[in-house]
Each structure stands twice: as C-alpha cells, then as structure tokens.
C-alpha cells in the first residue's frame, strides 16, 4: 500500500468538506442574486467565510475569497502603493510572494530595511521553520506585512503579535479542503483595490461569481481543522515525525535535520544528506511507495537546488539534496517506520554506488 507522505503540498479532502461540497452543488442560485434561490447561495458563501474567520481570529468582513493563496498574494501585493510603494520579501519566502519582490528584505533592530511592504511567512513550507516561534508576524512602525500563514492555519493555533499583519494569506487545500480556493485577510482600515474587476463579489474587493463549491468545502475544512487543532490532534504527530527523524538519524549519522532544534511545523521535517540527490530520493521512494517531495510542489519538476536551504546557508550541493516529508492526521506510526526503513535501504546502497 502507499503511503502519502507530502500533505505539505496538497492534503486529501476532508470528509467534512466533501459533504459540504456535494451539498452545495445542489445550489443552483447565484450569491448575488436577490432572489430565494441566490439567498440560499449566498447564506453559504457567508457560513463559510464565518468558518474561515474563526479559524484565522479576525472579522467575517475582512475575508476575502480568491482562487488561491497565489491570487491573495497578488491581491495583496497590489496594495504597496498605500504602503510606502515598495514590496520586499525574505529571501525565503514561497514564490507567490517572493517573485514580486523588488527588495530582498533582511531585519535589522526591528526594522525591514528598504521597503514599506514586506512579506513574512509564519511557517516556511519547505522546512516547517516557525517565524517568531508561531505567533503570526504583524507590522511594525516601518513597515506592513503580508503573512502567509498557508502551512501554519489548520496545524497550529494562529496567534498574533501585538499588531496584527496588514494582510494574511491562506489556502483551503492546505487544510483538507479542496483545491482553486483560498482567501486574503484584510486586517487594514481601507478595502483592497481589486486586481479583478468586473461584477463587484466579495463587497467590490474581488469580481468574479464565487466558486461556491470550493467555499463551502474551504469552510467545512476551516472548521474541522479549527476543531482538530483544539483537540490537540496534531502533538501525535509530532511524535510520529520525532521517531521518524529518530530511526533515519540511526541509519545515517550524515544526515541533517534541518530546524530540528527550532519551533516547527509538528508535521513537516527537511531531510538533507550531502551528495544524494534530492530529486533521486523522491525518485526512489516513489518507487518503494512513498509519496515526498523535494521542496515547494511548485517546484515540482524543476531541477535546481532550494533556495529556502541558499538563503539558510547551505551550498548548491547540499541544497539540492535534501527532501522534504510531511505528515498528516491519518499517518500512522507503522506509515513513518516503513519510510524510514525504506529510506535507509536506499541510503544503504547509495553509500555503496558513491564508494
């Protein structure tokens, strides 16, 4: 049997959000239209950005539903004229942020140095690093920020800092939900310019008819994972991931575990050994039947090293040799032990191919 070990890429639908999808595609009204039939279309749409915001603390009025967290980054992104009129973004940050960036943006005494706008991930997809130990990353007096809390919502509690981020982005596939829907929150004072114009959905901040299937099953996911992360669900997790990194680490006293000694992600480890390839890892345990990754799934199918692991430091070599695993709630202890067998199996016989 395969076992699926990349639910940082994308999880599998929730059983939740499938039933409030097929009930949903019984709607037949538009949410903008007046009568009954649209009323009743648009009652989900509202249930589910009341999901939504319970999940993330904020308002029901400053959700806004996009197709993706890629489009509430570029949504967000567009603002940076009300900002100082200058984007920047870490050196680490996913590519839906980071490609817009005119600046790369270091911290300095509190400071982002050249730019009004910055954008800060609170978890790093790649290696499930926490930025500030979890809290979201809100905006200072030099700055605003656009957080992408994406990897984080769904996993731990979204807590902020004493200023909130001007905007957040998110994603419902990251968290059981299904996939083409995501949502930018708007914690500023002033509704967004649309980048999308035409018929005014989503109180004028995002023309299109709203994709009400994959909001109500982005709300039902919303709310289970709200539910899940109450219930503390995800410290098993982070058990399984321990033992994991802790049978690998006995079969190879070579291989990094990136962030280990740093809050993280409690599903995600980065998994580096020196001169084995990524992309060949992933390979190989495809082929044993596991399904990994060697970075953002973005970069699926690109052969280049991670930049996350350049920006930390590390050389193209060992940049381009490290995996990524990522766990979910129905992994299971004996999902994690068969891995890591298989895994030292293959770490076996590339030691002998590299002699």
Request: overall charge neutral.
């Amino acid at each position: 049997m395969r076992v699926y070990l990349d639910h940082n890429a994308t999880t599998p639908l929730r059983p939740e959000a499938r039933a409030a999808m097929v009930s949903a595609m019984d709607v037949v009204g538009n949410p903008s239209s007046v009568h009954s039939e649209g009323r009743a279309a648009k009652m989900l749409v509202e249930r589910a950005r009341a999901q939504v915001a319970n999940l993330v603390g904020c308002k029901t009025t400053q959700v806004i539903f996009t197709s993706s967290a890629t489009e509430a980054a570029a949504l967000a992104v567009a603002q940076k004229p009300r900002h100082g009129g200058v984007f920047g973004a870490l050196a680490t940050e996913h590519d839906c942020l980071g490609v817009w960036s005119e600046v790369e943006v270091s911290f300095a005494s509190g400071k982002a140095s050249g730019a009004g706008l910055v954008a800060v991930s609170a978890a790093n997809s790649e290696t499930g690093i926490l930025g500030d130990s979890g809290r979201v990353i809100g905006s200072g007096d030099q700055y605003s920020t656009i957080c992408d809390i994406t990897q984080l919502a769904g996993k731990m509690p979204v807590t902020y800092q004493a200023e909130t981020p001007s905007y957040a982005i998110l994603s419902a596939h990251k968290m059981g939900g299904p996939k083409g829907v995501g949502a930018l929150i708007n914690f500023t004072a002033n509704d967004p310019e649309p980048i999308l114009r035409g018929g005014g959905q989503e109180m004028n901040r995002r023309s299109g008819t709203e994709n009400l299937i994959g909001i109500a099953g982005f709300g039902a996911a919303a709310e289970a994972a709200d539910r899940d992360v109450a219930a503390g669900r995800w410290d098993e997790v982070a058990e399984f991931r321990n033992i994991l990194e802790n049978t690998i680490a006995a079969a190879s006293d070579q291989t990094i575990f990136i962030g280990k000694d740093m809050p993280r992600l409690p599903n995600t480890t980065c998994i580096l050994t020196p001169g084995w390839k990524g992309e060949t890892q992933v390979m190989q345990m495809d082929l044993a039947g596991f399904a990994v990754s060697a970075g953002s799934a973005c970069s699926s199918g690109k052969v280049k090293a991670s930049k996350v692991l350049q920006a930390m430091g590390y050389d193209d070599t060992d940049a381009a040799s490290a995996i990524r695993v990522s766990l979910g709630l129905e992994t299971t202890q004996n999902d994690v032990q068969r891995f890591a067998q298989a895994w030292a199996m293959k770490f076996e016989k590339h030691k002998m191919r590299a002699a």
